[in-house]
């Protein structure tokens, strides 16, 4: 069973930082582009990032290029996605979710998301 | 970037109901399109891909249909479980965009 546990959010102040962390199983993880995607207070959805199965290649939106990064580790018995928020402005407040592509390769829609971690900026 | 558009934004709708909220893209994504179901409190789930494929487990009560830049999804036979939020992603290219999404309610 496909499984994503997304962590790490919480209350922030502009400017700081915060890494999101997505621990994937049931899957073979190395296989897949893994995405970030958050829903804002106003409920709509956006995508923020997306990482490549081998990790060498990563994409973000405008909105966060320059400020997130995005990572994984594909070695050990639990596979992790990792989002690096720096820089972080009070519109980045939102409920962030990992997703899994429904197949191999970049061009390919979600099967499975994670539960979300939310995240708050705010003085 | 591809803009995404749905109408209408929010629908009432009874038990039994058929329901079909349109989908819009500002350029030919092709069958490049998704659709999701979202409800407070729930993990996003994923109902529709390529346009009219349903991923495992959806029932066949959803069904999806367009392309270019035209798509549909229809919801038969409304139950209580189907009320919700309906957002469409078009995934042609990148940024990946989602439509503002359709609120489903009694």
């Known amino acids: 069973e496909v499984q994503l546990l997304a962590s790490g959010g919480g209350l922030v102040q502009p400017g700081g930082s915060l890494r999101l962390s997505c621990a994937a199983s049931?899957?073979?993880?190395?296989?897949?582009?893994m995405s970030w995607v958050r829903q804002g207070p106003g409920g709509g959805l956006e995508w923020v990032s997306m990482i490549s199965g081998d990790g060498h290649t990563t994409y973000y939106a405008d909105s966060v290029r320059g400020r997130f990064t995005v990572s994984r580790d594909n070695s050990g018995n639990t596979m992790y996605l990792y989002l690096q928020m720096s820089s972080l402005r009070v519109e980045d407040t939102a409920l962030y979710y990992c997703?899994?592509?429904?197949?191999?390769?970049?061009?390919?829609?979600?099967?499975?998301w994670g539960q979300g971690t939310l995240v708050t900026v705010s003085s | 970037d591809i803009q995404m558009t749905q109408s209408p934004s929010s629908l009432s709708a009874s038990i039994g109901d058929r329901v079909t909220i349109t989908c819009r893209a500002s350029q030919d994504i092709i069958d490049y399109l998704a659709w999701f179901q979202l409800k407070p409190g729930k993990a996003p789930k994923s109902l529709i891909y390529a346009a009219s494929s349903l991923h495992s487990g959806v029932p066949s009560k959803f069904s999806g249909s367009g392309s270019g830049t035209d798509f549909t999804l229809t919801i038969s036979n409304l139950q209580p479980e189907d009320y919700a939020t309906y957002y469409c992603q078009q995934y042609k290219t990148l940024p990946f965009t989602f439509g503002p999404g359709t609120k489903v309610d009694v």
């Open positions: 049931g899957f073979t993880f190395e296989n897949f582009a």
């Open positions: 997703a899994k592509p429904y197949a191999s390769g970049t061009y390919y829609s979600f099967d499975h």
